[in-house]
């Protein structure tokens, strides 16, 4: 599903160069759920936005589903984060005017889908994650763990091969947390989607099919931790 082949970004690379990776090279494969754990200026989060597609490396390769992300265009890569990467962020990043409805029907809206095909899809997707009852309540009534379960509905929105979460429990108290990793779980295995998280959770680590550590922009560590 993503192959990266000696990845390295630098930063500010004309005036004070910052290496924030340095020849990184990582596969996953489709339906694994990865953790991706590091210390702050680790290269973790460069990784997820290259892995989100929103950032392109200095050098090397980005597969992601049979395409070769490094060599497109700014356009392209909207138009591709948009149809195959939904992205869940730690602060859920819910539009606060908007309903539950409404916020997990955006993304289906922005590629031009009917209104009526785009509410269908979001019921479906909002009763999924347990949020029914909840359909028309804006983001300030929820509490955090229903808006990350609402956050994990938009990113399912345009049917994505994979999901990027940022610290998706670092906002959540333990039982919001726990039921927040139980629904990732669930998905990955039911639906086979990709899921890449980054994440300094131990938890998060344990539901994971493999994880990998992130020091000094380099991968120093690999393991299993559970078979399907």
């Given at each position: 599903m993503i192959r990266l082949s000696n990845v390295v970004k630098i930063y500010?690379?004309?005036t004070a160069p910052?290496?924030?990776l340095s020849g990184v090279s990582l596969?996953?494969?489709r339906a694994e759920?990865?953790?991706l754990m590091g210390s702050s200026g680790s290269g973790k989060t460069t990784l997820?936005?290259?892995?989100?597609a929103i950032d392109l490396p200095t050098s090397g390769t980005v597969e992601i589903d049979g395409a070769n992300i490094s060599?497109?265009?700014e356009k392209e890569l909207t138009a591709f984060r948009r149809e195959k990467i939904g992205i869940v962020f730690q602060f859920f990043n819910l539009m606060p005017t908007l309903s539950v409805l409404e916020n997990v029907m955006l993304p289906s809206l922005l590629l031009k889908k009917s209104e009526k095909q785009s509410a269908s899809r979001a019921k479906e997707l909002i009763e999924r994650v347990g949020l029914s009852?909840?359909?028309?309540?804006?983001?300030?009534?929820?509490?955090?763990?229903?808006?990350?379960?609402?956050?994990?509905?938009?990113a399912l929105m345009n049917n994505p091969a994979i999901i990027i979460a940022d610290e998706p429990t670092g906002n959540l108290d333990s039982k919001n947390a726990d039921q927040v990793l139980e629904l990732i779980r669930t998905l990955a295995e039911e639906e086979r989607k990709t899921f890449i998280i980054a994440t300094h959770s131990k938890e998060v680590s344990e539901i994971a099919d493999r994880t990998v550590v992130l020091k000094d922009g380099k991968v120093v560590e690999e393991s299993v931790i559970a078979e399907k």
């Amino acid at each position: 599903m993503i192959r990266l082949s000696n990845v390295v970004k630098i930063y500010n690379e004309k005036t004070a160069p910052v290496f924030a990776l340095s020849g990184v090279s990582l596969s996953v494969e489709r339906a694994e759920l990865l953790a991706l754990m590091g210390s702050s200026g680790s290269g973790k989060t460069t990784l997820l936005n290259i892995l989100s597609a929103i950032d392109l490396p200095t050098s090397g390769t980005v597969e992601i589903d049979g395409a070769n992300i490094s060599t497109m265009s700014e356009k392209e890569l909207t138009a591709f984060r948009r149809e195959k990467i939904g992205i869940v962020f730690q602060f859920f990043n819910l539009m606060p005017t908007l309903s539950v409805l409404e916020n997990v029907m955006l993304p289906s809206l922005l590629l031009k889908k009917s209104e009526k095909q785009s509410a269908s899809r979001a019921k479906e997707l909002i009763e999924r994650v347990g949020l029914s009852h909840r359909l028309h309540h804006q983001p300030f009534q929820l509490s955090g763990g229903e808006m990350q379960r609402t956050a994990i509905a938009r990113a399912l929105m345009n049917n994505p091969a994979i999901i990027i979460a940022d610290e998706p429990t670092g906002n959540l108290d333990s039982k919001n947390a726990d039921q927040v990793l139980e629904l990732i779980r669930t998905l990955a295995e039911e639906e086979r989607k990709t899921f890449i998280i980054a994440t300094h959770s131990k938890e998060v680590s344990e539901i994971a099919d493999r994880t990998v550590v992130l020091k000094d922009g380099k991968v120093v560590e690999e393991s299993v931790i559970a078979e399907k």
